[in-house]
């Protein structure tokens, strides 16, 4: 089993699709990847060698933010927009979306569950 950045890639697929489950890496970047560490893109996970997942590992080092420090990056991100008062800080910080969405009828992944309205009688 490979382990890279903290993460366990699954065994069975090919390298290229195996290597998005680490954030912060994408199919473009598994490719540039796979092609800066001179490992063919149709080998699976199980077929790699230890030199192979090392030089992966290196490479992933190397040049690019994955996992934690990807997170860190988002996140201070969103806070500097908060911070500033701009329309998508606002948004992110009511808990709405900040792309310009529909939200009078969707958008329940951001809302979260309907909140019923009391009725009376």
């Known amino acids: 089993m490979a382990r890279i950045a903290g993460i ?7 390298i290229v699709y195996a290597l998005p489950y680490i954030y912060g890496v994408g199919r473009t970047t598994a490719l ?33 933010k994955v996992e934690g420090d990807a ?3 988002v ?3 969103i806070k500097r927009l908060m911070d500033l008062g701009s329309y998508r800080g606002l948004r992110h910080r009511k808990g709405l979306p900040c792309n310009g969405q529909r ?5 329940r992944t951001r809302k979260g569950p309907r909140k019923g309205v009391a009725r009376r009688k």
Do not use: F, H
């Open 75 to 77: 996140q201070q991100s």
């Open 32 to 64: 540039k990847i796979c092609e800066e560490a001179g490992i063919p893109v149709d080998k699976k996970v199980d077929d790699l060698s230890d030199s192979d997942v090392k030089s992966l590992r290196d490479t992933i080092e190397g040049g690019y």
């Open 103 to 107: 939200t009078s009828t969707n958008a």
């Open 8 to 14: 366990d890639l699954p065994r069975r697929k090919q």
């Open 71 to 73: 997170r860190r990056l």
